[in-house]
């Protein structure tokens, strides 16, 4: 059975840092791309990040680009998500989710889910 | 405001048919990416519902089905059951974001 455990969120002031992990389990990690999706309180799901199968791609929208960074160890099956420069407006439950194939290809689709978690940026 | 656009809510009575409409432009729908569909049932994480426009993954039943025409996408949900009240979200690429886009969400009641 396919899981993914997200961790690492919380309360953290606006100007700060917190870096979201997942870990999967269930199937062959090194070959999916993995991503992070939001979804802010009453709100939407929103695409935050993307990171290829073998790490050597990523993509960012336009609300996070250049304040956060996506990564993944595939030795220890898991991805993150480093948060810098931290807004009100980024608070939101987090979901890491895979992509349903291997490499990044544009048409994909995310077939699971983590649970969520939630970060939030306030003073 | 949400590149893909769906209505924010519908209603039908048990055992009616609703439909779930999706509307984007040519540098999503009318490009040459799919659309797929997600339920989100209240205060759990998202679920894939159909991807590659028609198709449902294992365990999704065939209530649920989806077309698209040119920039718009629809979902179909037939034999209404009080269990398919949840929030639905269509999904595709866009070429001139460079990235993925959900709509809006679209919150059905079952009357």
């Known amino acids: 059975e396919v899981q993914l455990l997200e961790s690492g969120g919380g309360l953290v002031q606006p100007g700060g840092s917190l870096r979201l992990s997942c870990a999967g389990s269930?199937?062959?990690?090194?070959?999916?791309?993995m991503s992070w999706v939001r979804q802010a309180p009453g709100k939407g799901l929103e695409w935050v990040s993307t990171?290829?199968?073998?790490?050597?791609?990523?993509s960012y929208a336009d609300s996070v680009k250049g304040r956060f960074t996506i990564s993944r160890d595939n030795s220890k099956n898991t991805f993150y998500l480093q948060m810098d420069s931290l807004r009100a407006e980024d608070t939101a439950v987090y979901y890491c989710?895979?992509?349903?194939?291997?490499?990044?290809?544009?048409?994909?689709?995310?077939?699971?889910w983590g649970q969520g978690i939630l970060v939030t940026v306030s003073s | 405001q949400s590149v893909l656009t769906q209505p924010p809510s519908v209603s039908g009575a048990p055992g009616q048919r609703v439909t779930i409409s999706c509307t984007g432009s040519?540098?999503?729908?009318?490009?040459?990416?799919?659309v797929h569909w997600y339920q989100q049932l209240p205060g759990t994480a998202p679920k894939l519902l159909i991807y590659?426009?028609?198709n449902r993954p294992s365990g999704v039943p065939d209530r649920f089905s989806g077309s698209k025409s040119g920039t718009s996408a629809s979902l179909a949900i037939t034999g209404l059951q009080t269990e398919d009240e949840a929030g639905y979200y269509c999904?595709?690429?866009?070429?001139?974001?460079?990235?993925?886009?959900f709509g809006g969400g679209t919150k059905l009641t079952v009357l």
């Open positions: 999904q595709s690429y866009d070429t001139s974001l460079s990235g993925w886009v």
């Open positions: 040519n540098s999503n729908l009318g490009a040459v990416y799919d």
């Open positions: 990171i290829s199968d073998s790490g050597g791609t990523t």
């Open positions: 989710a895979k992509c349903s194939r291997s490499g990044y290809y544009k048409g994909d689709y995310f077939d699971k």
């Open positions: 269930g199937f062959t990690f090194n070959m999916h791309a």
């Open positions: 590659g426009i028609n």
